[in-house]
């Protein structure tokens, strides 16, 4: 259902107010909540020990909020880069080098992990699609300190995203909104 289906009547929307002003509902709202979270975590715990039987070390990406990219997918919508850090993604790393004009530099390896892509919805209401591109957080605390690494890191998320997903990003019209994460953050395996 998306929030152009979601209609609401005004007693509907007077009912759930007056639900939340109420202590016992939001008490056992709370209960239910965690309830949630708890299945969630026993999700993860029984779906590892399965993967584990079947010879495989199963992790769970649990991505933490860095800066967000902004720019168009395919010349149609939207489109969200979450350019966020994940204590299981390996660490960057440099060697020295000399490039093809002879100058010599640093170069770089920056590992990454990624999640599928996943609707969403702008401030407008509008649908766009949000992507999660996991590093390190010595890469992201590399790129708050250095800009050149900065545009190393984006220019890496703009790769990834257009190579796993086949899609073409707007690259000329990037934007960086004051947000450290678009939607709700997920965990992927």
Not at 63 to 80: L, W
Not at 81 to 107: A, R
Not at 136 to 159: C, Q, V
Not at 168 to 185: E, H, I, S, V, W
Request: proline content about 4%; overall charge positive.
């Amino acid at each position: 259902m998306s929030t152009k289906d979601f209609n609401i009547s005004r007693d509907e929307f007077r009912n759930i107010t007056r639900c939340l002003d109420n202590e016992e509902f939001r008490g056992l709202f709370m209960e239910y909540c965690n309830e949630l979270r708890d299945n969630r975590k026993q999700y993860e715990d029984e779906l590892s020990m399965l993967e584990a039987q079947r010879g495989y070390d199963v992790k769970f990406l649990k991505p933490s909020p860095g800066y967000v990219i902004k720019t168009i997918v395919d010349g149609k919508r939207k489109g969200f880069i979450n350019v966020c850090q994940c204590e299981l993604v390996q660490k960057p790393s440099s060697t020295s080098g000399v490039n093809e004009d002879g100058t010599k530099g640093l170069k770089w390896s920056i590992p990454y992990a990624q999640s599928q892509p996943r609707k969403d919805y702008d401030n407008k209401r509008i649908e766009c699609i949000v992507y999660d591109v996991m590093f390190h957080p010595d890469s992201l605390h590399l790129a708050s300190k250095n800009d050149g690494f900065r545009k190393l890191l984006n220019d890496t998320s703009l790769d990834a995203v257009e190579k796993s997903f086949n899609v073409k990003l707007d690259r000329a019209n990037l934007r960086f909104p004051k947000l450290q994460y678009k939607g709700t953050p997920s965990s992927s395996v």
